[in-house]
Each structure stands twice: as C-alpha cells, then as structure tokens.
C-alpha cells in the first residue's frame, strides 16, 4: 500500500494533478465534496458552517488517520490540527498553507515531542512577491502625496506643488527574511538607502547598506524616513515597536506593517496618525482581526488598509505547491526540510 498524501484546503484539480505526477511514489487523496467551498481563489479556509453528512466525516477521519503527509491544515484551524496530529500515527509531515501557522501550531498546544515526531512547515517566502509590491504602493503612496491627491481631487482644486522624491530616503526593514529581502530589492531599485535589521545583527542575504541587531531598533527609528515591518508574532516580537520607537520616527515618516499587528503599538501609532507626525500608514495587519468597526484606522485619510489580503494572489496555491512537492522529497530523502517549525522557533 503506497504512503498516502491527503488535500486538506480547497485545490485547483490541475495543481493536485501536479503534486500526483510529481510525487508518484504516492497515493494523493483529494475528495472536494468532503472540503467546504473556497469562497475565492485561494481559500484555505472556506466557507463558514460548512458540516460534512455522518457518512462525509467517517469518510474524512479514515482519510486523515491514513495520511503520511498532508497539504493544507484542516479546516485551516488549530484544533483540528491537534486531532490531526494525536490522530494520525503515521503522519510524518504537515505543509500548512501560511507564512504565520506558527501561531496555528502555538494555539493547538503541540508539545516538543509532537513537532519532533510530525513535522510542519510554514509557507514562507511563498508570499514574499506580493506582500513586497504592497509595501512598495505604501511607501510611494504616503512619498508622493496621495492623500492630497486624493483632497484635490474631491475637491476639484489644480494647485502646483512638488512632491517630495522616494528616492535618497533611508527605509529600515525590520525582519530581514524572504518578505524583507524581497522588500529590500525593490526598495533599491528606487535609490533609497536601506537599514536591515534582525534577530542575530548578522549579515542577512539582502542587499542592505547597513545592518543592525534588533536591540538597536530605538536607536535607528531617528533615521527610519520609512519604517517597515515584517515580522512574525512571537513572545519577543509583540510590542517591539512601541510608543517610544514611534515618537522616535522623524516627522513625515512612513510605516508600513506586512508582519503582524500586535508587533506594534496601534493606539500610540493610531495618535501619531491623528496628530499629522506621520505621513501615513500602509497596514495589511491590524490588532485585532477582523479589525473592530469602531476603530479610527477605518476613517483616518493618511490610512491605507489591507483585510490582511495583501499576500494573496491568483499564483499563490501554485507556489505553495511547488514548495510542498520539494518538502515531501527532502523528507523522503533524509533532508531538512524548508521553514520547519520548532519548539524553541515557531515561525
């Protein structure tokens, strides 16, 4: 009986073709009516109070305590992880769809043993593209003025002005993985001069003119003309940019957040907003989400606000993948695999 890999989000049919023709040593299980409907392309989650018939749930128990391997957390939830984990006494690998199941696997309480016996990786990098070209519409949104475009515009006003280059300005990227080399590269090319920072201070694989440890983040907030975020959610990473790295930004700064919400003081970043210190904020990552409808971001005009979608993309189930197929060959073959998740690391 061949090892059995096992479709647990929604899939394009041409992509689980791919991973059957790629990983033929393998029986791929996928059997969409037993999965709620993708509510867009991409879904990894699905429709909301979708229930499997009792046949449909005994089907899909047998098929998850069979699997070796699957692509996709079920139900995209942390609880049903965990049962998949206990479970299932012969699954070796778990490819969760997000660069974040870091936070999935914290919520589903695995234990060391559990990630050293089964394990999970991430999708990062996958979404490195995308959430870049966002970080980009941000910085050259708040640099060349669109929020006064945008007045002007309402207002029917043709008043010359010059707007101020993006260009010779300093950008601090702090985290300096995929997204934040992706970040990186572009920001180059629009002859900025850009500041790494990381966990270690080592040299990270992105071209960056200066690179520092995270420690001295509150010293480089004075020359951070843009200020962009990419971290994960971490015991040390929520509320590293708190109220005094903020007030330490220069006046006119721009902030951009493509990592997680709760990296940064929202309410002291919400009154900076307000009091005009900032030119603005690009943030595909709030606090709290969905983001409550009484909160300020939603009506602040130097605002751009993304429901954490920025890193979707028509291509991104294809990405991921070509990632699962190369994970479940370094697994087979005795290798690492890519963007593991570790007790000690969860991201």
Not at 175 to 200: E, W
Request: charged fraction near 25%; avoid cysteine; aromatic fraction near 6%.
């Amino acid at each position: 009986m061949r090892p059995r890999i096992v479709i647990a989000t929604p899939l394009e049919p041409e992509l689980v073709s791919e991973i059957g023709s790629e990983l033929v040593s393998y029986d791929v299980s996928y059997e969409p009516e037993l999965l709620p409907p993708a509510r867009y392309q991409g879904d990894h989650r699905g429709q909301a109070g979708f229930l499997r018939s009792g046949q449909g749930q005994r089907r899909w128990i047998e098929l998850l305590e069979g699997a070796e391997a699957t692509f996709g957390i079920p139900g995209d939830d942390p609880d049903e992880l965990r049962q998949l984990v206990h479970s299932s006494k012969r699954l070796r690998f778990v490819q969760a769809t997000s660069a974040g199941a870091g936070q999935q696997v914290e919520a589903a309480g695995l234990s060391e043993d559990d990630l050293t016996r089964v394990a999970i990786a991430t999708s990062s990098g996958v979404h490195a593209g995308p959430l870049a070209e966002f970080a980009l519409l941000g910085m050259l949104a708040f640099a060349r003025g669109l929020p006064r475009l945008e007045e002007d515009r309402a207002a029917r006003r043709w008043d010359h002005y010059p707007t101020p280059d993006l260009a010779g300005r300093t950008i601090v990227v702090l985290g300096t993985g995929a997204i934040g080399t992706r970040i990186v590269q572009l920001a180059k090319a629009f002859g900025t001069y850009v500041i790494g920072i990381n966990s270690s201070g080592k040299q990270p694989d992105a071209p960056v003119d200066e690179y520092f440890a995270a420690g001295r983040l509150a010293d480089l907030a004075p020359r951070a003309d843009v200020l962009v975020i990419t971290l994960p959610e971490t015991p040390d990473t929520i509320g590293m940019v708190d109220a005094g790295v903020l007030a330490a930004l220069p006046s006119g700064a721009i902030l951009v957040n493509v990592g997680r919400g709760r990296v940064v003081d929202e309410g002291a970043l919400v009154e900076l907003l307000r009091a005009g210190r900032l030119a603005g904020a690009a943030l595909d990552v709030t606090a709290q989400e969905p983001l409550a409808p009484g909160s300020p971001l939603w009506e602040l005009p130097n605002v751009i606000l993304s429901p954490h979608t920025a890193a979707l993309s028509p291509r991104e189930n294809e990405r991921i993948v070509g990632l699962f197929i190369d994970n479940v060959r370094r697994l087979d073959d005795g290798q690492p695999i890519r963007n593991r998740i570790t007790a000690a690391r969860r991201y």
